[in-house]
Each structure stands twice: as structure tokens, then as C-alpha cells.
Nanobody, 119 residues
Framework: QVQLVESGGGSVQAGGSLRLSCAAS????????MAWFRQVPGKGRERVAE??????ARYADSAKGRFTISKDNAWNLYLQMSSLKPEDTAMYYC??????????????WGQGTQVTVSS
């Protein structure tokens, strides 16, 4: 059973930085994809960035140049966010596909960590 626990959210002023962490455990296979999503009330969930076990990372246009996704050998996932904008305010979720390297769908989700950016 995969477990994902996010941390690192908080309140920051525009232009500031935050680093989100996702402590992951329970992966049975080495092939996987992990991602960060975000959601604001009343809107759909937006994929922010993803990375698979080969280290191939992709970003939403809104995140390119400002956010960096990474993971370590202990299955933990990170999102370094810089030059934050008020529109980055959202609940951020860690997601994992434990069944393979595809990032098309995810079978595990964390509980989320709130990021609030003030102007």
C-alpha cells in the first residue's frame, strides 16, 4: 500500500519561495510516475509537474521556469517553487502511479498541503 504525505505548504508573499515535500512509502516496483497537482475551490485539479522513474520531468506552462520537481532515491518527491504569484494559491497534492512509468493516470493521492501567496 503506497502512502503519500505532503508537507511544506504555508503562506508567503508574492515573489517568495516554498519547497513542498511528499514522503512516499510502499512502492512495490521501481517503475512509477509521481506528480504534483493543485486545486482551488470551484475549479478542477491542475497538473503542475510530473516526473517518472527515469527522471523525465514535465511542467505545466504556468510552472515552467519557476518550479522544479525532483525526487530522491528514497521515493520522496519535492517541488521547489520560486517567484510565487497570488494565482499559485491552491491546495497542492502529491500523486503517484505505482503500476508503471506512465504519467497518464495516478492510483494514489496525498491529503494535500495548502499554499497561499499574498500580493
Amino acid at each position: 500500500q503506497v502512502q503519500l504525505v505532503e508537507s511544506g505548504g504555508g503562506s508567503v508573499q508574492a515573489g517568495g519561495s516554498l519547497r513542498l515535500s511528499c514522503a512516499a512509502s510502499g512502492f512495490a516496483y521501481s517503475s512509477h510516475c509521481m506528480a504534483w497537482f493543485r486545486q482551488v475551490p470551484g475549479k478542477g485539479r491542475e497538473r503542475v509537474a510530473e516526473i517518472n522513474n527515469y527522471g523525465v520531468a514535465r511542467y505545466a506552462d504556468s510552472a515552467k521556469g519557476r518550479f522544479t520537481i525532483s525526487k530522491d532515491n528514497a521515493w520522496n518527491l519535492y517541488l521547489q517553487m520560486s517567484s510565487l504569484k497570488p494565482e499559485d494559491t491552491a491546495m497542492y497534492y502529491c500523486a503517484a502511479n505505482s503500476r508503471g512509468s506512465s504519467c497518464a493516470a495516478f492510483n494514489y493521492w496525498g491529503q494535500g498541503t495548502q499554499v497561499t501567496v499574498s500580493s
